[in-house]
């Protein structure tokens, strides 16, 4: 009875070794199988065939808006104020009187030096008469012509300091905050307030040297600033004579007419600059580009296989770029997976009909 409950048993183990064995050996083979056929199995990606169009070169750019002319108010002389003759923030006109200095002094000092200079008149005409009648010397007289002289430049220099007490606007624009009160003491040193116009708003930006070659006076450009749809216009009125060997750039400054004060100095502007435009040129999507350590690439779609080309790119927009070079007309070039695949990778292309 136990030799045949043991042959049971060895039967029974027997057999399940058997069963788990198969298993195994199925499961192995179908795991090969998947695996061979995921690897013939084509990657589907997206593409679009390239067809030669025009295209607007226009360079995004970001630039800065400044006031057309700007200058801080400072005091030529020192001395207490007398009087400020400007409201903060307001418009002032060229030539109108901002602040006054006291003057007393100084129309005291004008007073001694203008007897000074009319005895010193005096003496240089009594002189001249003398040297007429040979009774005086030439050297003589010369003294007393140079004492003359340095009487009237003392009067011119006063006269000149007095002018300073009180300070003009050089040109029409918006004054800001006041830094002093009547009663102030003030030096050449204080700020007194700033005087900007904005009437007109200068932008000054740079491009790369490669287009520097393209850029003209009195080109139209266009530009937006943050918090408004608003496009506005300016002009290119002057250009650097160099470009800069640090940045490679070459600075641009345009004008732009500001007369509803709608735009404020020291604001972003973002510029489209228009170069020229380019008919027949090669456009692809920006996701197809791939950035690569010497350059630029993208996958083509040939005989069913990624292929990896190497282009030249040029003026890049939200959307799309510019290629110069490694493409042409009829190309269908792969736009989605791209940084997934590898040269000679089987793909299926589905082709994007809206790009």
Not at 54 to 81: C, P
Not at 113 to 134: D, I, M, P
Not at 141 to 169: E, F, G, M, N, W
């Amino acid at each position: 009875m136990k030799i045949k409950n043991l042959v049971y048993a060895i039967l029974i183990i027997g057999f399940g070794g058997f069963i788990a064995y198969r298993i195994s050996s199925n499961n192995s083979k179908g795991k090969g199988g998947k695996d061979k056929d995921d690897k013939n199995k084509p990657t589907t990606v997206t593409g679009v065939i390239v067809n030669p169009k025009t295209f607007d070169n226009n360079l995004s750019l970001s630039g800065s808006l400044e006031a057309n002319e700007q200058i801080e108010i400072h005091s030529e002389v020192s001395g207490i104020v007398e009087g400020i003759y400007f409201q903060e923030g307001s418009n002032v006109t060229k030539g109108q009187l901002l602040f006054k200095v006291n003057d007393i002094e100084l129309k005291a000092q004008l007073a001694q030096a203008s007897t000074k200079e009319g005895l010193a008149a005096e003496n240089e005409r009594r002189a001249k008469l003398l040297l007429q009648k040979e009774a005086i010397s030439q050297e003589e007289y010369d003294i007393a012509r140079s004492d003359y002289k340095s009487a009237q430049a003392q009067t011119q220099l006063i006269k000149a300091q007095i002018s300073k007490t009180s300070v003009r606007a050089p040109f029409s624009g918006k004054i800001g905050l006041r830094a002093i009160s009547p009663g102030t003491y003030i030096t050449p040193t204080v700020l007194v307030a700033k005087l900007v116009n904005i009437s007109q708003l200068k932008i000054t930006f740079s491009i790369p040297e490669k287009y520097a070659s393209q850029v003209k006076t009195n080109t139209t450009l266009t530009f937006t600033v943050e918090g408004s749809t608003e496009q506005f216009t300016a002009k290119v009125y002057a250009i650097e004579p160099e470009v800069s060997v640090t940045t490679r750039t070459l600075q641009v400054r345009a004008i732009t007419e500001n007369s509803k004060g709608k735009l404020l100095p020291g604001t972003f502007a973002n510029v489209a600059l228009p170069l020229s435009i380019i008919k027949d040129a090669i456009v692809v999507p920006t996701e197809a580009i791939i950035p690569i350590q010497d350059g630029k690439k993208v996958f083509i779609a040939k005989n069913g296989m990624a292929k990896e080309v190497k282009v030249e790119t040029a003026t890049r927009t939200d959307a799309s770029v510019l290629i110069l070079s490694g493409l042409k007309s009829g190309d269908t070039i792969l736009t989605s997976g791209v940084m997934a695949l590898k040269d000679s990778t089987k793909v299926k292309v589905v082709l994007n009909l809206k790009k």
